[in-house]
């Protein structure tokens, strides 16, 4: 049986942010200038065509999924990885601290500039469109965020997570690890995230941050054919 998770950004786009879709019901994306994400409904022939009409010729797309990733003949395979998927194992407390603050349109240049700098993954001016996202700062200057990206029914994925290098070791990034695990507990939906297979020692902490591999993912980034 499939989960819910195996294709996440087709189920976030078919329930909580269906309102952010383009396409229809054989394939659909977010608009690009909010995240580069893009699933086919399923494999059959009219998915993947429909899927491929999506980009324009300049556009690149993030696949994710479970499963192996079937690719319409029109796209090309760009770059190719292996993801972990882990979910929070109970509920994280709501907690709160007082150099934590709720982040804000007047913010995302300052967001877009430390996400640009730590790679935490694709990361845009308009990603809070996606979800609420908070932030910590050191004299006025934005050191450490994170937030939420995708959501299904009963679940909200835990993303942007990064600290500046001047500010790492100082435990800020656990601290709004747990802090923005609690929001998506508080509101009734478990956590979950992402990470590079590779990444081991993010998944380490993960795990001791409360999170378990629930699948191993795929992901592929895709354009059209020249």
């Known amino acids: 049986m499939t989960h819910i998770l195996d294709r996440p950004i087709w189920t976030a786009l078919k329930t909580a942010h269906a309102g952010l879709a383009e396409g229809n019901e054989n394939a659909r994306r977010y608009p690009p ?107 006025g200057r934005l050191v450490a965020m994170a937030g939420q990206r995708m959501r299904q029914t009963g679940f909200i994925e835990l993303s942007g997570l990064c600290t500046h290098p001047d500010f790492q070791g100082r435990g800020l990034g656990t601290l709004l690890f747990h802090f923005v695990a609690g929001q998506i507990a508080s509101s009734g939906n478990t956590a979950y995230l992402h990470a590079y297979a590779a990444n081991t020692s993010a998944i380490s902490l993960y795990r001791t941050l409360g999170f378990t591999l629930r699948s191993e993912m795929n992901m592929r980034v895709v354009k059209r054919r020249s």
């Not at 007082?98 to 430390?114: G, H, K, P, Q, V």
Request: aromatic share 4%.
């Open 33 to 139: 200038p909010i995240v580069p994400f893009a699933a086919s409904a399923d494999d059959r022939p009219e998915s993947l065509d429909a899927l491929e009409n999506l980009p324009s010729q300049e556009e690149s797309m993030i696949l994710v999924e479970a499963a192996p990733i079937a690719i319409p003949t029109g796209l090309a395979v760009v770059t190719e990885a292996s993801v972990v998927q882990m979910v929070a194992e109970r509920p994280h407390e709501q907690i709160s601290d007082s150099r934590i603050e709720r982040l804000t349109e007047a913010d995302a240049a300052d967001m877009l500039a430390l996400a640009t700098l730590t790679k935490p993954g694709p990361f845009t001016l308009r990603a809070q469109s996606l979800g609420s996202f908070w932030g910590i700062r050191s004299e």
